[in-house]
């Protein structure tokens, strides 16, 4: 019974260059959460997602950032044109339905833009 | 808006000894309350919840108590161990359905030392 898987892992992007970060929700889960760990500080909510919707994108920065969850496949949060300010963990949690009580997160992805 | 204050780290104890880790809370509404520990290298793990006032929750020998009087989540053990080092992030969730996310307090870094 996996949990929420991502990757890669660890990813360093040169500045300009686009980051792709994938994250597989638990089995069964439909509702996929995207949090940024700053260095130094806490999580970030980021957005929220459902198969093939947006939910909730309040956290999103305006510009470079995207996020989706097709119907088949991982969910991606991609970051065009990385900048340095960009370099941190993301992380990403499922849930089975609404309700924070089941919220499960992943190990994380660590960019690295230099 | 919501929010979460946690005592500054980092915190180094011996072990054995009593920890506590404060947090209080801003919120609209009536938030359920986490605590998540981030293992080094790792994802968030759901340490111990509450949902209501006066309602304490435990797991692995911590106890936090949910008190609305005073807004406060404290994380408490009575006799911590070396692998209890990692960092402790207190979180409130607002549920609302279609709108529900976590936002976490800035973290402390706990160290024991045998």
């Known amino acids: 019974n996996a949990g929420v898987m991502q990757n890669p892992r660890h990813l360093v992007r040169r500045r300009g260059q686009e980051a792709r970060l994938r994250c597989s929700p638990m089995k069964g889960h439909s509702h996929v959460y995207w949090y940024r760990q700053l260095p130094e500080e806490g999580l970030k909510f980021m957005v929220y997602l459902q198969k093939e919707n947006i939910i909730d994108e309040s956290g999103m920065p305006k510009e470079r950032f995207s996020a989706e969850f097709p119907k088949e496949g991982p969910s991606i949060l991609r970051i065009q044109q990385v900048v340095r300010g960009d370099s941190a963990a993301y992380f990403c949690a499922s849930s089975l339905r609404q309700g924070i009580n089941t919220i499960y997160f992943g190990e994380g992805s660590w960019l690295t833009v230099v | 808006g919501d929010s979460v204050t946690q005592m500054e780290g980092p915190v180094t104890l011996s072990e054995e000894a009593f920890l506590t880790i404060n947090c209080t809370y801003t919120?609209?509404?009536?938030?359920?309350l986490f605590w998540y520990v981030q293992y080094p290298g790792e994802g968030l793990q759901l340490l111990l919840k509450?949902?209501?006032?006066?309602d304490k929750g435990s797991n692995k020998g911590f106890e936090a108590t949910y008190r609305k009087e005073t807004t406060s989540f404290h994380l408490e053990k009575g006799s911590v161990q070396v692998s209890d080092s990692a960092v402790y992030f207190c979180?409130?969730?607002?549920?609302?359905?279609?709108?529900?996310?976590?936002?976490f307090g800035t973290g402390t870094r706990l160290t024991i030392i045998p």
């Open positions: 979180a409130l969730s607002i549920l609302n359905f279609g709108n529900e996310k976590l936002t």
């Open positions: 919120a609209t509404g009536y938030p359920s």
């Open positions: 509450a949902t209501k006032a006066d």
